[in-house]
Nanobody, 115 residues
Framework: QVQLVESGGGLVQPGGSLRLSCATS????????MGWYRQAPGKRRTLVAR???????NYADPVKGRFTISRDNAKNMVYLQMNSLKPEDTAVYYC?????????WGQGTQVTVSS
C-alpha cells in the first residue's frame, strides 16, 4: 500500500549518534502509525519506537531517553534520532507502516556500533 525507503545507517563508535530516515510514498492516508523496528543476527525483529497519526509516541525500554522518533507530514518522512549508541544497538533497522489491515516494511538499513 505504501513504499518505504530507509537511509542513514552506518558504522558509528559507542556513544555516537545517527539519524535514520524513512521516505514514504503511496496511499498514506490510511496509515495508523509509523514505527522503527530492529533485528540483530539470530534474534527476532522487535519494536524500537512508534509514532501514531496524532503524534503519540512510545519506545522500547532499551532505547528510552536515547532515541527519538519524529515525523514530517509535509515531506512524508519519518526519522529516528539515535544518541548515546551502544554496541547492543547493532542491528538492521526497518521502517514500518501500520494499517488497520496489516503492515508494510522497508528494506532495512544496517546500523553497526563498534570501536
Amino acid at each position: 500500500q505504501v513504499q518505504l525507503v530507509e537511509s542513514g545507517g552506518g558504522l558509528v563508535q559507542p556513544g555516537g549518534s545517527l539519524r535514520l530516515s524513512c521516505a514514504t510514498s503511496g496511499s498514506m492516508f490510511s496509515i495508523v502509525a509509523m514505527g522503527w523496528y530492529r533485528q540483530a543476527p539470530g534474534k527476532r525483529r522487535t519494536l524500537v519506537a512508534r509514532i501514531t497519526s496524532v503524534a503519540t509516541t512510545n519506545y522500547a525500554d532499551p532505547v528510552k531517553g536515547r532515541f527519538t522518533i519524529s515525523r514530517d507530514n509535509a515531506k512524508n518522512m519519518v526519522y529516528l534520532q539515535m544518541n548515546s549508541l551502544k554496541p547492543e544497538d547493532t542491528a538492521v533497522y526497518y521502517c514500518n507502516a501500520q494499517f488497520n489491515s496489516g503492515f508494510d516494511w522497508g528494506q532495512g538499513t544496517q546500523v553497526t556500533v563498534s570501536s
